[in-house]
Antibody
């Protein structure tokens, strides 16, 4: 059974750096084809993809946020960490991590999602 | 980058059929996925690769694509189907790897 769970601060101040952790179980990020992605959703708005890290440590970032994002993994802890620098009120959103298997039957969609964590940016 | 265009809202009476579209100029060359999101919940994948259903998704949910427009069809709509629906594509040839549509609010009258 694949599960993911996001953790991190619920409130950050403008200009601060947000650090979120995705802790997962039921799969290994060392297995060929597996990836973990980060996505976000401002209140009442659409989903937005942020970043993806693959089993081979290849990393991808949304071009619009590339300069502010860093994604890393700790395979021993089954965790993926996302940092977003220089936070602004427009970054207020629910942040999700999700599982992807590019070598699976469902190869380009996120079948498993965490519950999400709401991050508010306010002074 | 490009934008996936969805209607903001669709309304349907219980028992009827709802159709939600997703359009983009080059959609014909890409696999389209659909997610259902109920208030306060995480998205749930209901259709992948244009027309396949993940395990556990009712047959009432189906997907299709014609040219540059993909359609999610929900037959025999139930009150529990009321949710936001998002389409998504994967473009490995672009830096914009994962693109979502703006979402469609399905209201069951």
């Amino acid at each position: 059974q694949i599960t993911l769970k996001e953790s991190g601060p619920t409130l950050v101040k403008p200009t601060q750096t947000l650090t979120l952790t995705c802790t997962f179980s039921g799969f290994s990020l060392s297995s060929s084809g597996v990836a973990v992605g980060w996505l976000r959703q401002p209140p009442g708005k659409a989903l937005e993809w942020l970043s993806l890290i693959y089993w081979d440590d290849d990393k991808r970032y949304s071009p619009s946020l590339k300069n502010r994002l860093t994604i890393t993994r700790d395979t021993s802890k089954n965790q993926v960490v996302l940092t977003l620098t220089n936070m602004d009120p427009v970054d207020t959103a629910t942040y999700y991590c999700a599982h992807l298997d590019v070598s699976g039957v469902i190869s380009s969609a996120f079948e498993y999602w965490g519950q999400g964590t709401l991050v508010t940016v306010s002074p | 980058s490009y934008v996936l265009t969805q209607p903001p809202s669709v309304s349907v009476a219980p028992g009827q059929t709802a159709s939600i579209t997703c359009g983009e100029n080059h959609l014909g060359r890409k696999a389209v996925h659909w997610y259902q999101q109920k208030p306060g919940q995480s998205p749930v994948l209901v259709v992948f690769d244009d027309s396949d259903r993940p395990s556990g998704i009712p047959e009432r949910f189906s997907g299709s694509k014609s040219g540059n427009t993909a359609t999610l069809t929900i037959t025999r709509v139930e009150a529990g189907d009321e949710a936001d629906y998002f389409c998504q594509v994967w473009d490995s040839s672009s830096d914009h790897l994962v693109i979502f549509g703006g979402g469609t609010k399905l209201t069951v009258l």
